[in-house]
Structure formats: C-alpha cells, structure tokens
C-alpha cells in the first residue's frame, strides 16, 4: 500500500497560505495566519466552524468541525449519513498512517472538511470520507454500494486509482482517464480528487524531494488546469502557490518576501488602496448604491507573475479592489461612478457579466487613475460583481449545486430540458469536458492520452466560433481553422479542402477570435480508393486541440505517403499555407509533332507547307482557326487568340487552314490533338495527384504540367495533354473540374500577343464563385463547357 503523507490543514480554505518551501520545511508565522484568515469570506466561515461550540454529543470529536462547516451551508444536511460514513472510514482505515506520522483518519477528514467549506452537499461529503477505503483498505465497492447507495459508490468508484501491477508505468494516466470518464457523467468526480490533492499538496513536504517534484509537476500541468476549468478559484489559487514552492522555492521566498514587506508598510502608513476604497465607498453611499467594498489581496503567484512581467511593482500588482453588489443591474451602476469620479484607463475593460468566460466566471473588470495622468502608483484595478458571481467565483461548479443555485427546483428541470449538451453554462457537462471525452476514447496509448491531456488543458480560455448554418463550437483559445473542421467531425475534418471566415477565403492555419463565423469547405466525395482525401501532416503544426491532433496521426500513420512522380512532372505537393512551385516545363519541340500537325490541319494552295499548331492557344477541332506564315512553316491558332490577333493587327497576310477531317471528309484519320487548360483551386495536399488521376482517367497523355505559387489562398495549375480524339476535350474538363478544390477549368489563352508563337501564360481572373461548399457536386449541366463559342465561364 503506498500511502501519501499529510496532516490536518493548518487553515481554512480560501485564506492566502503562506507556503514554505520543502527544503526549508518550516511553517507560516501565526500572525500571517491570521491575516491569511481574514482576507476570505470563506476562511472566516471555515474557521468560524472550527471553534463555534454546539457540536452533537452524539457525534465524534474528530468529525465535529465538518459538522458545523457543512450546517452552515446545509442546516437540514442528514449529519447522522455523515457520522456513519465516518464510523466506517474510521474502523477501516485504524492502524494505517501516513508518513507525517498521524493516523490515515486525519486524510479523509482533512478532504471532507475542504469540501465541507466549500459548501458541498451531503453525497459528496460522504464519498469524500470513504474514497479512500476501497484503494487502500479490505472495503469493497459493492460494501459502499450497498450501505449508501449507488451514487456515493460511483463517486468513490471514480477517484480510486488502478493498481500499478495491472497497469504499470500507465497506472497514473489511466486513473485520470477514468476519472475524466466518471467527471462527465457527474462532475462531482473530479471536486473530490482536486480537494485530495489540495490536502496532499499541503503536506507535501513530508514526502521524498523526487516524490515533491513529481506531484508537483502533476498538479501544475493538469490538478490545477482543471481547477480553473471548474472555477474553484481558492482551490486553483492555493494549489498554484504551493507548487512555486515545491518547485522554484527560491522565487516563491522572494515572493513572499515583497507580499511581506507590502503589509508592513500598509501597517505603518495610509494604504493607497483602502484609502481608494474608502472614498469608492463614500460615493456609493452618495449614489444610494448598496455595495461591499474591500481590498483584495493578490495570492503570491500573481504578484510573482507581476514582478516577472513588469519588474517594478505597484499597489495594484499586490491587490484589487473588490465591489460586491446585490443585482446585476447593480454593477452597471458602480462602474458608472468609477468612471464618472476617476479616470477608465483604455483598453482595461472587460464586461464578463454579459459574456461569462469558459469557467462560469462573471464579473466586470475596470482600471482607473487616481490623479491625471496617474500610472504604477495611481492605478487601481477594480472587480464588480454580485454576492451570487462572486460564490461562484470563488466556489465554482460546487457553488452551482448549492441550494442557492436556481430559483426553485421547476425553474432546474426546465433549464436543463432544453440545455445543449455543449452549453458552458451546464455546471454538470462544461464545453472544454465534452471535448475532452470526445477524444479520449479514441487514443488506446497511455503516453499519447497523457500528452494530448497536458497540451488540451495547458490554454486559459476558451472561444466561441459559429458555422453558417448555425451550429456552435466552443475552442480554446489559439485555435485555428483545422480544429473547427475537426470540431465538426473526423470525417469533416478529413475532408476538408479550405475555410471561409466571414464570407473570405482563409488558409486552414489562420487563428480564430471570438465570434467568428466558419463555413467548412469539403470535397464533394471520396476520392482514390473509396476514402477523403485526408490532412497534411503541416496540419499538425496548426492543431491546437488534442482531438484534431489525434485524428490527423491516425489518418497519416494509416495511409503513408509513397513518393510519386506524376507523368512528365516531378509532383510537389503544396501543404497547408505552403507555396506551391512549378513541377513541370513546357516542351519547346515534340518529337513528330509536325507530322501530326500536317495529318491534322490542311493550308490552302501550300500542299508542302510545314503546318503546325500553335503552343499558345493549342486550338482542337472543331475551333475555328487562323494561319500565318512564319519562319519554316504555317503557325495554326484559334480564332481570336491574342498571339494570333496581334499578327494579324501587325500586317501579317493570313493563310487559309483548315481540319483536315473538315476538308477531307470524316474518313481522315486524325493520329492526336494537342490541349492545354489551366485549373484554378484551392490550394491542399495531393491537389495535383488528383487532377493527374483525373487526366489520365479520360485517356489523355499529359505532355508537361505546371503549377504557378499561391495567390490568396489560390493556385493554378496548368497541363498540355495529348488527345486521341477532340471529342473528349469537355469530358477532360469536366472530369478536372469535378477534383475537390478544383472551382474552374478552362482552355488556356496567351497573355500577350507573341510573333514568335512563343508559349504563354493564362490571364482569366480566377473567381471563387465556383466554390463547392459542404458536400455539393456540381450537376452534368454546370459542369460542361461547350467548346465552339465564348467560354461560359470568362
């Protein structure tokens, strides 16, 4: 049995400890402890409990001090449940101690008694008690189910650790991976475990100095994430400090040095931040607004934050003025005098009554000046919230269970009827857990679960995007247009081809704010073998969310990716915001291609004359054409061709030509036509695999290939095919223009008049009214270009 040392906690929930460091192993000074006492409304309570008289003969001494904290919250609370619950945890765990020396006992009511103050109700004081006797003791789950009932044994069932010789070196993930399973079915799960490990952590310092920096890093990297996901705000808070220090001891005694000698000068002279107080108080007297309004105190790894940020330190880096009023209109009403009699500083408002963060945390937030001009010393930050925000901002999701929580019990079945399962209001299944357990299940590893969860919880917020049809997805924050395609699902996600923010086209790596708005654009069916498509690995430098992350390694460790060469191209594939290059030139000559051109085009009155079609505009029956003479032969462009025009502008005598199948009657035999057409698409992965699939498909044989770099997000791609028959030029475009991404296909025309019938590049404006979004594939009727004629699309 491996049991953790501790002790009794030496004050109250909610006080500001003064940590020592486990190296030096000393305690806090008595007068600090009664200053930490007093600087929470919760610690007075707490202690209050601790020493009010009125216990129950009836009930053990030990127990007495939960008591009264939880009838303080609970007065009609079935205390006989609780004394019974001890009376078992008690007799299990006698003869068991921890490493401080003292009886095991004093864990469990160390952990309830935390619970106790942070107004838990009876069921989870009880599991509280006994979450330990199943781990640890010849106490069995089904003894707990049957002496409490099935919702206290799946609480304890739910912060009880798998054993290390069925789990090995994965014990530790696993149990948390349980523990995430059991939290999304009732959240009280994980209260529990943080009020065990916030014990733990106070008496850390009996435990091996390897022991200390383990836990810690533990704790740091997901207790008090979770902590702050929960809104238990004196849980996170003391958490934070004991672990600076446990692990940077050195910085923590600096640390509390300043804090220190801030109070020693608050004691010998006037306060700038009570004297600020008091006159904030005398206004709102004046105003007839009825408010509390004290000094704050900043916890130790706040003010350390500060000093690392900012070096010097103000009044405001040691504490905040709190403004505690009755109703919400209440607040508006204070902010108002704080701005009207002292001077707002730009940009340090946040109204988080109207948009509540991720955590259930309301409040509004204000800095103002004390004197014109005022900076460091004259600034006063100042938090306004009612006595309800400011519970369940200290308490959290605990605070959200209280019987002050709703209205009454009618108003609860109503609101939670009509909840989405997502609504980061629901205190019992909060948008960053969904996410959480959406993932999870599917990483079978230890190590990839361990390392998804620390990533996942390492953010310190949380966004809200909107699709365009309406559904909404709750991010953390830094997240980018790949999370919000997987948000929406594995398959979306591996599907998708691009993004539009806003109505504009965006890269898939671009960082989504707050309120945006996402349409998810996906190729309209599977492609290869009867499967998506599927990401990039450069998406993974762009996946915030675990649950993306996963997906993609899966999806890319599932189908390596072989190096191919397309026909007569070296392929380069352009990932996510990368730059695509040219992968192919242009032949300046084909072997035999006069021959051909002579069997396909005829020249009037010049039966010997070397005929050959123009590189430019690559014309196929049935264009109409235009010939010229030039330097060894008869150049052949299509009609209206800007290289042909130019000739023809520039006083050049035009030949007569024509298709030889036209002139000769349909018993010629044409041996191939040459093409070039240029795609206009969406940048993304295995973009030019696919369209030379596509070309390849139809029995064309590409010539050359090249693809131009991106231009806002687009990249043209440009092929000269063979045909063995003109009639198959609009299946090929239509078969191009059917690859996902792929908005437009057209023949490609000179972009300036060239008498040397040089090569030329395409000018038409590409245009994204073409896109495909969702899943829609364009119809046979929008898909075909009829060649004879303006093209449909120019």
Not at 272 to 277: I, M, T, V, W
Not at 342 to 362: C, H, M, R, T, V
Not at 477 to 500: K, P
Request: aromatic letters at 4%; glycine letters at 10%; one cysteine or more.
């Amino acid at each position: 049995m491996n049991v953790d040392a501790g002790d009794l906690p030496a004050v109250p929930l909610g006080g500001r400890r003064t940590v020592s460091p486990p190296s030096q192993g000393g305690e806090a000074a008595s007068g600090g402890l009664r200053r930490a006492r007093a600087r929470s409304g919760l610690g007075r309570a707490g202690f209050a409990a601790l020493l009010v008289g009125g216990g129950r003969p009836q009930f053990p001494d030990a127990l007495e001090p939960v008591l009264r904290a939880h009838r303080s919250h609970h007065p009609q609370a079935d205390f006989a449940l609780l004394d019974r619950a001890y009376q078992l945890a008690e007799a299990s765990h006698r003869g068991q101690t921890r490493k401080s020396g003292e009886p095991y006992i004093t864990h469990p009511l160390a952990v309830t008694m935390i619970l106790a103050q942070l107004g838990a109700e009876t069921t989870t004081l009880v599991a509280s008690l006994l979450h330990d006797t199943v781990e640890d003791t010849a106490v069995t789950l089904d003894q707990v189910r049957e002496g409490f009932g099935q919702e206290v044994a799946y609480l304890v069932d739910g912060v009880t650790k798998l054993e290390k010789v069925d789990f090995g070196a994965a014990a530790e993930a696993e149990t948390f991976r349980k523990m995430l399973l059991a939290t999304g079915e009732d959240v009280r799960v994980m209260v529990i475990k943080l009020a065990d490990r916030l014990h733990n952590m106070r008496t850390i310092r009996h435990m091996k100095p390897a022991s200390r920096i383990r836990i810690a890093k533990v704790t740091r990297d997901v207790l008090i994430p979770l902590a702050e996901r929960l809104g238990i705000q004196v849980v996170k808070t003391e958490l934070e400090d004991i672990v600076l220090a446990t692990l940077h001891p050195e910085e923590y005694a600096e640390t509390r040095a300043l804090i220190s000698a801030r109070e020693a000068a608050q004691q010998e002279g006037i306060d700038p931040l009570a004297e600020f107080a008091g006159a904030l108080r005398r206004q709102l007297r004046e105003a007839r607004v009825q408010a509390e309004v004290t000094v704050r105190p900043r916890h130790a790894v706040s003010v350390h934050r500060s000093r690392l940020r900012r070096g010097e330190l103000a009044p405001c880096d040691f504490a905040r003025v709190l403004v505690v009023v009755e109703e919400n209109a209440d607040c508006y009403a204070v902010l108002g005098e704080l701005h009207t009699c002292w001077s707002p500083l730009p940009g340090e408002f946040k109204d988080f009554i109207a948009a509540p963060k991720f955590n259930l945390y309301q409040s509004l937030h204000t800095a103002v000046a004390t004197a014109p001009g005022g900076a460091g010393e004259d600034v006063v930050e100042v938090l306004v919230r009612t006595a309800r925000m400011h519970q369940v901002a200290e308490f959290g999701v605990v605070a959200l269970s209280s019987p002050g929580a709703r209205a009454d019990e009618a108003h609860a079945e109503e609101a939670a009827a009509g909840r989405d399962e997502l609504d980061r209001t629901d205190p019992a299944r909060p948008g960053w857990l969904s996410r959480l357990l959406e993932w999870q299940r599917e990483t079978p590893d230890a190590d990839t679960f361990w390392s998804a969860l620390t990533a996942d919880l390492s953010g310190d917020g949380e966004l809200t995007v909107v699709t365009e049809d309406g559904r909404t997805l709750h991010l953390p924050v830094g997240s980018s247009c790949v999370d919000a395609a997987y948000a929406l699902g594995e398959e979306v996600g591996h599907r998708c081809i691009g993004v539009r923010l806003g109505g504009r086209l965006a890269a898939l790596s671009t960082e989504l704010h707050d309120g945006d708005v996402v349409d998810v654009l996906t190729e309209d069916a599977p492609v290869g073998a009867g499967e998506p498509g599927g990401p990039a690995p450069e998406w993974l430098a762009h996946a915030r969310t675990a649950s993306a992350r996963i997906a993609i390694e899966r999806w890319l460790a599932e189908h390596p990716q072989p190096v191919q060469d397309a026909p007569g191209a070296a392929e380069t594939e352009a990932g996510v915001g990368a730059g695509a290059e040219r992968v192919g030139t242009e032949p300046s000559s084909v072997p035999g291609r006069d021959v051909r051109d002579r069997a396909l085009v005829i020249a009037a009155g010049r039966p010997g004359a070397s005929v050959r079609l123009a590189r430019c505009c690559t014309p196929v029956p049935p264009d109409p054409l235009l010939g010229f003479a030039v330097k060894g032969g008869i150049a052949v462009h299509r009609s209206g061709c800007p290289t042909g025009s130019g000739m023809a502008g520039g006083g050049r005598a035009p030949v007569e030509v024509a298709w030889a199948h036209d002139a000769l009657g349909q018993d010629a035999a044409p041996v191939g036509y040459m093409v070039t057409v240029q795609a206009d698409a969406l940048g993304r992965p295995r973009l030019l695999a696919d369209l030379t699939a596509a070309i390849s498909a139809v029995g064309a044989d590409i010539v050359s290939a090249s693809v131009e770099p991106p231009q806002e997000l687009r990249v043209r791609h440009r092929y000269t095919v063979e045909l063995p028959d003109a009639g198959l030029l609009p299946g090929l475009m239509k078969a191009m223009l059917r690859v996902a991404g792929v908005y437009d296909v057209y023949r490609a025309v000179p972009q300036t008049a060239n008498p040397d019938d040089g090569p030329g590049e395409g000018v038409r404006p590409s245009s994204s009214s073409g896109i495909r979004s969702s899943a829609g594939a364009l119809s046979d009727e929008e898909a075909v270009l009829p060649l004879p004629g303006p093209d449909p699309f120019r």
